[in-house]
C-alpha cells in the first residue's frame, strides 16, 4: 500500500505503540484489516479478565445451566491434551540443548 491516508500508514508499521515488532507470531489481523501486536492484547485481555470475573462468572454459571453434562463431557473428551503438549515442549527443548 502507498499513499499518506490512515490505511497506508498502519500498512507501513513495524512496531505497535510500545515497540513491539509486527512480525509474524506477534500479529493479529483483524476483520476490519487493522492490525494488533498480541504481546499488547495479551496483556490487555488479562487486565479484561481480571476486571470483570464477576461478569465472566455469570456468563460461565449460564452456559453451564444451559448445557448440562456438557463440560464432562469436555474434560473427558480434552483431557490429558495439555499434558502431551507440554511432553512434546520439553522434548523439543531437549533436542535442541542436546541433552
Ligand atoms: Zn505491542
Given at each position: 500500500m502507498r499513499g499518506i491516508g490512515p490505511s497506508a500508514v498502519n500498512a507501513a508499521k513495524t512496531s505497535c505503540n510500545l515497540g513491539h515488532p509486527l512480525t509474524d507470531g506477534n500479529l493479529i489481523h483483524r476483520k476490519d484489516g487493522s492490525k494488533t501486536c498480541w504481546t499488547c492484547h495479551r496483556a490487555y485481555m488479562r487486565g479484561?479478565?481480571?476486571?470483570?470475573?464477576a461478569k465472566i462468572n455469570v456468563y460461565?454459571?449460564?452456559?453451564?445451566?444451559?448445557?448440562?453434562?456438557?463440560?464432562?463431557?469436555?474434560?473427558?473428551?480434552?483431557?490429558?491434551?495439555?499434558?502431551?503438549?507440554?511432553?512434546?515442549?520439553?522434548?523439543?527443548?531437549?533436542?535442541?540443548?542436546?541433552?
Open positions: 479484561w479478565n481480571k476486571e470483570n470475573r460461565r454459571k449460564r452456559w453451564l445451566d444451559r448445557h448440562p453434562g456438557k463440560m464432562a463431557e469436555m474434560n473427558k473428551k480434552y483431557s490429558g491434551r495439555h499434558k502431551k503438549y507440554r511432553a512434546k515442549k520439553r522434548e523439543e527443548a531437549r533436542d535442541e540443548f542436546g541433552t
